[in-house]
Structures are given as structure tokens and as C-alpha cells.
């Protein structure tokens, strides 16, 4: 009879249970989630011990912990059935696994990441410095990773790769080098413009030779670039406060290799380079002369030159060779490198060359004791082309086709040959 009439009502009740159905289309009540927890152990991928300390969170909520003395940690009131942990630790990667609520038995392993030191400058005063700590700005060249592209020279290394530092770009005449501004002409009164230059901490010549617009040789450019392991620039007046007023144009601090202790490591580098002057008929200009009879002669001396079997300019040829050992014990480490160069400009008067070599010690006599020696040699000889009347340059674009028939055949004072003697 009860089986009967639950049968009749049935039709009656389909529509309530529709209703009370989660997720029903005719909008239902939601049942509440079910909560649980999660838990398990951090470990240290490299030694697989706990790690103390750890954060765990799960990632969406507010809900996390610290892992304890024995890398254990628990989070309850966790929701849902699979959550994302995301793991944190000072000195570690950070990570994030996938875990489902109620598992208790989680193992987490993270792997060591390395830490970022504070940055050391070397300044005026005695032992390193905290960049951060240090009043003036100072911008650090790393040289090692300069060497995808082919260096020559000092300002090479400084060209485009300190801020406020501006190398503008010489003449091309071997033997001499580019200007170096460190944020413009900071000072009206010096008699020099160029930075103040140290190596390894002792002050080396900064005198840039050079007069009436010459072409400047900078003391800079004796210094053989592959024997640099970093160069550290202070920039502005505020150097003066470690330097003294002379440094009122800015500070470069230069500071070479030194070895370190295993089995002798040799280092090789060649380097060659060609200059020209490109297109010399076309860019200088054409000498003229008027007759008495008001007649127009030009004449164009690279073109007379060149058919006369003299050219004026020739390639150029630079060629760089180093070669360094480093190496040692524990008790004695040694860097030693030596190079040679030498370099033809585009005239015959121009060519020269240039020997270096340099050698650094550390000496540990005690484990409290180091002693550190540094020597270094640079010979450098170099002729430059002749300046004012006397120059070729000059010579020729004063010349004067009146006098093509006569032994100057055509220049100003007389033919190159003669000058180049």
C-alpha cells in the first residue's frame, strides 16, 4: 500500500529534487566543499636534508607555513581536491608542485641558486669599498666579457660600455689614440683635460702629447688591453674627494690579472687590422691657379701621383701579438704576459711600434700574510706625419698647379719624398 502511493507521488517530488540537485540548470542549492590539508617535508636537493624556515603557500589563498625544525610543514583548511604549492626559500629556486587535499605525505626538493655578493670598487683609500656605500658614482667594465669583439685598445674597452663616459674617435694616424671626456670639460681652470689614470692602484702618466690640432698620443694607449682584467671609472668633480682637485675630470682605475693557483694556463692573441683613406682623389680638393693671362688650371695631385707611379697614400697594416702564462700554488701565484706592436699608417712618414710586458706576483708565506708585487714595462716608439708647412697634407692642398713643371711638381714646399726622409 506505502510502495503504491510513494509511486503516485513520485511525479510530485521530481520537481523538488530538481531544485535541490548541486548544479542544477534550475538553480540549485551549492553543497560545501569539503576542506582537508595537506602536509609533507622540504628538502635540500643537494644533501637531501630538511631545510628550516621554508615558506609554503598555496597559491589563490592566504594559506601557508613555515616548515619547522625537521623541514616538516602542515596547512589545513585547504579546499578543493588538487592545489598548487609554491615553495620559497632564501638561498634556493623557488618552486611550485601540484598536491591533492589530504595527502600528508608531500616531499619537496629544491635546488640551490647562488647569491648575488655586493659589488667592490677599489678607490684612493686603503682595501675595497661597497659600491653601494660609496658617495661617487662609478661605473665597472668587465673585460672578460668584452672578448666576443676584437679590442685593440684601451678605449675600445671604454667605448659605449661605461655611462657619461664619451670617446671620441681619433684620427686614424698610427700611434695615437681617441680622446676620452668623462661627463664633458668639467674643469676651466686644470691645464689637462684627460682623466687621471691609475694601475693597480699607483697613478701613471696621463699627459696626451700633441700641438696646433695634431693628431694626440695618450699614455693610455701603451697599456696592452688583454693583460686588463676590469676597468672601474669615477665619474664627475666628487672623485676630487679621493683624488684630490687633478681628478676634477674624472678617475680611470685600470687593475690587471693575477694568477690563480692550478696547473700553467697559456693564452695566445694575434690581431690585424688595415687603414686607408678612402676615396683621397674625390674628397680633397683640386688645386687652381690663374694665369696672367686669366687662365683657370686646376690640378688634382692624388690623380698626378698616382699615374706618376708615387702614390701619395698606401694601406695601413696594424698588427697585435700577446701571449700570457698565469698559474701557481697555494703558496705562490703568477701572472706573466708580453706583447708587441707594431703599426704602418697610410703615408710612408707614419709607422711605429709598440713592447709591453708585465708580471704579478702573490706570495702567501703564512696563511695570515700576502704579498703582492706588480711590475710592468711599456717601450713605445712612434713617428707621426710632419705638421704645419712642412707636412704633406699641407703641402699638397697649398699647392699650386704653376709649378707642376718644376721640382716641386706642384706641392707647396717640395714632393713627399723628400719630406719623408
Do not use: C
Not at 695634431?214 to 676590469?230: K, M, Q, T
Amino acid at each position: 500500500m506505502i510502495g503504491h502511493r510513494f509511486r503516485r507521488l513520485l511525479p510530485f517530488l521530481w520537481p523538488v529534487v530538481a531544485l535541490l540537485w548541486p548544479g542544477s540548470p534550475f538553480g540549485g542549492f551549492e553543497v560545501e566543499a569539503q576542506t582537508g590539508g595537506v602536509g609533507g617535508v622540504v628538502l635540500s636537493q643537494q644533501s637531501l636534508e630538511p631545510l628550516v624556515g621554508a615558506q609554503v603557500a598555496v597559491e589563490g589563498t592566504t594559506l601557508g607555513g613555515l616548515t619547522n625544525a625537521d623541514g616538516r610543514f602542515r596547512i589545513e583548511g585547504v579546499t578543493g581536491t588538487v592545489v598548487q604549492l609554491r615553495v620559497v626559500m632564501l638561498g634556493y629556486t623557488a618552486t611550485t608542485v601540484e598536491a591533492r587535499v589530504g595527502a600528508m605525505d608531500l616531499r619537496i626538493v629544491l635546488d640551490q641558486s647562488a647569491l648575488e655578493l655586493e659589488a667592490l670598487v677599489v678607490t684612493g683609500t686603503a682595501g675595497d669599498n661597497r659600491k653601494r656605500v660609496l658617495g661617487n658614482s662609478v661605473a665597472k667594465i668587465d673585460v672578460a666579457a668584452t672578448r666576443a669583439a676584437p679590442v685593440m685598445s684601451v678605449d675600445e674597452l671604454l667605448n659605449g660600455r661605461a655611462t657619461g663616459v664619451v670617446v671620441q674617435q681619433g684620427s686614424g694616424v698610427a700611434g695615437t689614440g681617441s680622446e676620452i671626456r668623462i661627463r664633458g670639460r668639467s674643469s676651466m681652470q686644470q691645464t689637462s683635460d684627460a682623466p687621471l689614470i691609475y694601475i693597480d692602484g699607483i697613478r701613471v702618466n696621463n699627459r696626451v702629447a700633441g700641438q696646433f690640432g695634431d693628431p694626440a698620443v695618450s699614455r693610455l694607449d701603451d697599456i696592452d688591453p688583454s693583460s686588463i682584467e676590469s676597468i672601474e671609472v669615477i665619474k664627475g668633480p666628487a672623485a676630487a674627494t679621493l683624488y684630490g682637485t687633478e681628478a676634477s675630470n674624472g678617475v680611470i682605475q685600470i687593475i690587471t690579472k693575477r694568477g690563480q693557483a692550478g696547473a700553467a694556463r697559456w693564452n695566445i692573441t694575434m690581431r690585424q687590422a688595415a687603414s686607408y683613406f678612402n676615396d683621397a682623389a674625390t674628397r680633397l680638393e683640386k688645386n687652381y691657379w690663374v694665369s696672367p693671362t686669366g687662365a683657370v688650371t686646376e690640378a688634382n695631385m692624388v690623380e698626378l701621383e698616382a699615374a706618376r707611379g708615387t702614390p701619395i697614400f698606401s694601406t695601413g697594416h696594424d698588427q697585435v701579438l700577446n701571449l700570457s702564462v698565469s698559474g701557481g700554488t697555494d703558496a705562490l701565484q703568477y701572472f706573466l704576459s708580453g706583447g708587441a706592436t707594431t703599426d704602418t699608417g697610410v703615408t710612408p712618414d707614419n709607422h711605429g711600434g709598440r713592447y709591453n710586458a708585465r708580471l704579478n706576483l702573490a706570495v702567501s708565506p703564512t696563511p695570515k700574510l700576502k704579498i703582492n708585487a706588480t711590475t710592468g714595462i711599456v717601450v713605445s716608439r712612434y713617428r707621426l706625419p710632419m705638421q704645419g708647412n712642412s707636412g704633406v697634407l699641407p703641402s699638397l692642398q697649398r699647392g699650386s698647379p704653376s709649378t707642376l713643371d718644376t721640382p716641386n711638381r706642384g706641392w707647396q714646399t717640395a714632393p713627399p719624398e723628400t719630406l719623408y726622409d
